[in-house]
């Protein structure tokens, strides 16, 4: 076997090594058609059934209701930012958000580029440590939907319950929690998320929708950007990321065997208990960034006492074979991400290497 880093980066993000295996395996010659993949059409039954596969697990395991479409587009989830508003932002309402950090900031950027925006919360004035309360947020009469940001993948925080919002649609950004717990999909109206944190690979974008509010998309909207191009032709307008959709399909059977979301989701909290548990118990060596109720059971954002000391973490858990640990350039200090892929053994590792470390420099 080849060696595997411990791998905690943020995105991009560790596959599960059976999943790269599986994809090996199948690399040169898929299902006897004496091709990979990536050489077949789109159109073909072959990739017809990837893609009808990849969406029916999908809705099984993520319990998704019948009135919703499932489609895997392109262009990330930052493509979702413009093309939320583009075709839900109806002429005389507003777009209102709950402004969490750092990837809330720029969807609310790319919505100001189309119509009107409201902050119902912001927690902001905490350097966006926190959550806001749910009780703190104000949803504007004509708010066309509320727009969150479940997981902050930057400041490593993490919406505990989402917001009743009543007849307001409520639409989540799920790109760096996607899968990693059960969620109530009939709360939202729309929740999206690029693949390449929790999902497979870069290259693929799952939105999931309710179908009344993309029945017809404004006219004035090009195709590609219209929601209602993507309903009506499964999600093959134009050709899709086929690798990435077969990769995303492969990582929902590895989450199936493994015993679905509700069992990765303990595993998750046994991954991440590790790490802080070793934050909270090194008394004051290692500060996490994120209140206590805000944790992210995904990004893990913590800091030391001074900035050397953080590149000497940095550098010396390189050196020890832990991949991407040095926080995002925006907020600094140090950051794991412990998505669905990352093994348990990963952040045990990573545990008795920062306990090691503050003996050696505590
Ligand atoms: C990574 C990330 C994005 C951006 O995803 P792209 O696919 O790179 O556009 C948006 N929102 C959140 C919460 C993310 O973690």
Redesign the pocket.
Known sequence: MTNRAYNFN??PAALPLEVLQQAQQEFLDYAGAGMSIMEMSHRSSIFEEVNDGAQSLLRELFGIPNNYKVLFLQ???????AMIPMNLLTPGKTAAFVNTG???D??IKEAKLFGETAIAASSEAYKYNRIPELGEIVIPENAAYLHV??????EGTQYAKYPETGDVTLIG?????ILSRPVDVSKFGMIY?????NLGP?GV?LVIVREDLVAESPKSIPTMLRYDTHVKNNSLYNTPPSFSIYLVGLMLKWVKERGGVAAVEQYNRDKTKLIYDTIDQSGGFYRGFAEASSRSQM?ITFRLGSEELEKLFAKESEQNGFVGLKGHRSVGGLRASTYNAVPLESCKALAEFMADFQKRNG
């Open positions: 943020a995105g262009g990330g989830a930052s493509t979702q930012f750092s990837w809330a720029k969807a940001t479940s997981n902050e993948t930057i950004d799920l790109s760096s929690d998320a690029g693949a390449q944190k870069s974008t990004n």
